[in-house]
């Protein structure tokens, strides 16, 4: 157990539909990422948060999707007017320090499903 | 575009034997190396890390190294167990990413009893 916690674990809805997911992260833990999965794939990047703030996104990060962390703390994904090819595992991943090279924590990731 | 592979994507080996995962990266300018072990339904889990300024690292069963002059990179698994039966992934990361880890696709290792 990494002590990253997302929910909810699994999510179908149907196409159009929005959907959120949260992660919390180690709190002491200042840096979170997000990151998509596709089976048999490696990770991709999406975003990354510096306590509260965004501090990049991959081209992969439509207008569809947000993601917040007030307050530094938890964050949330939304993904609007979903699409079929959203279908993924969506990982949370926090890191403890504020330069790069540093290990990753995941979570346990969101399997979204869109019918 | 610079990418992260692997040679094979998947490796059968028996109870006991060591396992040696390889990965080909094409980026001259990585400085950070990280294997990860994902089981089903799981976040990726790390498992081991290497600088580039080393060329190898031990773990508890596990040992990582790395070959900058032909951009490689290897996990060796001593004694691999049934337990050890997972997608691995390499990651890399250069300075010049920021905070990204660049994944490769994966190889599927099946422990046989």
């Known amino acids: 157990d990494t002590g990253v916690s997302q929910n909810p674990r699994h999510k179908i809805t149907k196409r159009g539909q929005n959907v959120t997911f949260r992660c919390d992260p180690i709190s002491e833990h200042n840096r979170l990422y997000w990151y998509r999965q596709t089976l048999g794939q490696g990770p991709e990047f999406l975003t990354y948060f510096q306590n509260e703030a965004q501090l990049e996104k991959s081209r992969l990060l439509s207008d569809r999707f947000s993601a917040e962390r007030p307050k530094g703390s938890f964050s949330t994904l939304e993904i609007q007017r979903t699409e079929q090819g959203d279908s993924a595992m969506y990982l949370c991943a926090n890191t403890q320090g504020s330069t790069t090279n540093e290990k990753l924590f995941f979570g346990s990731g969101t399997q979204l499903s869109v019918l | 575009g610079e990418s992260v592979g692997l040679h094979l994507p998947t490796l059968s080996v028996q109870e006991g034997d060591n396992s040696i995962i390889n990965c080909a990266y094409s980026?001259?300018?990585?400085?950070?190396f990280i294997w990860y072990k994902q089981e089903s339904g799981k976040g990726p889990q790390f498992i081991i890390d290497?600088?580039?300024?080393?060329d190898k690292r031990q773990g508890q069963r596990v040992t990582v190294l790395l070959n900058k002059t032909v951009k490689h990179l290897s996990l060796q698994i001593a004694a691999t167990q049934p337990g050890d039966s997972a997608v691995y992934f390499c990651?890399?990361?250069?300075?010049?990413?920021?905070?990204?880890?660049?994944f490769g696709e994966g190889t599927q290792l099946t422990v046989n009893p």
């Open positions: 980026n001259s300018a990585s400085d950070y």
């Open positions: 290497i600088r580039s300024n080393m």
């Open positions: 990651a890399e990361n250069t300075r010049a990413s920021g905070s990204r880890l660049t």
